[in-house]
């Protein structure tokens, strides 16, 4: 197959960033639309019990997500850092060991979920109504957590290979599958949970294949043989400390639904929980494009770093943060405008509503800035500068947040819940911020570090 060749070094940024972004975004959207789906037809066919089910159960996918993210997003940083350097043995290195690992963490973690499954469930804050039907989805969904690992390691190199559409189709085929089952398996054969869960995992599988079918048909940049595959513990050591920032971010965030699910039960129940789940569905289509922008500039800063191209390096981020916080503004709006109506797609009540409406608006209140602390983690990722994007992490969704869940609803009852997020993202900003520009002195004002 021919190959356009990506000019990272010299070609015009904003189309390019544009050119990667657009992609990633929608693929990021896609994957997001597996639970989103499932959410919005249970909650419509199957009723509140079985939304907070699912809801429960949403810890899940965080965990999966974390370990494919660490593998994926560390290979492929070191895929673009070594194309940088023109180091084509490394390259596919980086591909076969990032493999190795996604399988074998993503195996690992869907034994111990199968075992364990009831103290699981019960960290996760399942309550009694919820559980028949969190432990039906539960045990479905476990089963494909390799094939959900698989599906982003692919959809990352192929992206990262120059080929961003290509990587959004890669998610897009098993999204399809998804939805179209969903509506099958629900609304026709009324399976209810069992259903959202066995579209789920079938729409993952049918998205690793068709990945697979790319990478190993070489149609990307990656070249295939059983020698890039013989782990190397020093890159598989480096792809996990590039990428550890992305583990701690999707376990935080999955411990953070255990927080808020413990939290709201305490203070609203099942009602409580399933406008947690409307939210937090929401929230991932408000920051898709700053994540899209996030993943786009990935292989543009990593090439230009690789190359010693420093000032291109600041640029990009700067025209991707500026592009970010634009885009974010104007759905933003559109939360703020027609929160009622966004609740009702997901099968909303009345007493959704009164909790809902004043929880979204208040959730969602700073989030434009929350573009940036996106862009600031993968920005120290793509040059493999792993400890600010820890550090970021860690303290927006742990330290930060999580005393606030816990002591605002004092004040201010259900509505302090909250509050949390946004004084926690807004506290992320301003630590972001001060990294950034010491990153930035040091780039262009003293020599770059050892790379690998």
Known sequence: MNETKVDYLNGKLFPMILKFSIPAAISLLITAIYNIVDRMFVGNFNGTSALAGLSVCFPLSYMMMAFALMCSAGGSTFFSLFSGQNEPEKMNQSFGNAMVLVCVFEIILSALLLIFPNPILKVFGVTETAYPYAILYYRIVALGCVFQGLSQLFCDFVRVSGKPVLGMCVTGIG????????????????????????????????????????????????????????????????????????????????????????????????????????????????????????????????????????????????????????????????????????????????????????????????????????????????INRPAPSIIITVLRQIVFLVPFIYVLPIPFEINGIFFAQPISDLLATALSILLVLKEKKRMLFHSAPELV
Request: proline share 2%.
């Open 175 to 382: 999204a399809v599958t998804n939805i179209i089952l969903d509506a099958v398996f629900i609304i026709i054969f009324d399976w209810g949970v069992i259903g959202a869960a066995s579209a789920t995992v079938i729409g993952q599988i049918f998205s690793a294949l068709f990945g697979a079918y790319f990478v190993f048909g070489n149609r990307t940049q990656v070249k295939i043989s059983k020698d890039i595959f013989h782990l190397n513990k020093e890159l598989c050591l480096q792809i996990i400390s590039c990428g550890f920032a992305f583990w701690a971010a999707q376990m935080a965030m999955g411990f953070i639904s255990l927080v808020y699910n413990s939290q709201l039960g305490k203070y609203g129940g099942d009602i409580a929980i399933s406008v947690y789940a409307v939210i937090s569905s929401i929230m991932t289509f408000v920051i898709m494009p700053a994540s899209g922008i996030s993943q786009g500039i990935q292989p543009i800063i990593g090439n230009n770093y690789g190359s010693g191209n420093y000032r291109r390096v600041i640029s990009t981020l700067c025209q991707a943060a500026i592009f970010s916080v634009c885009i974010t503004c104007f759905i933003w709006m559109i939360v703020l405008v027609f929160p009622k109506q966004l609740l009702a797609a997901f099968g909303g009540t009345e007493e959704m509503f009164r909790i809902g409406i004043s929880g979204l608006r208040i959730n969602f209140c700073i989030t434009p800035v929350l573009g940036f602390v996106m862009l600031a983690t993968t920005f120290f990722q793509s």
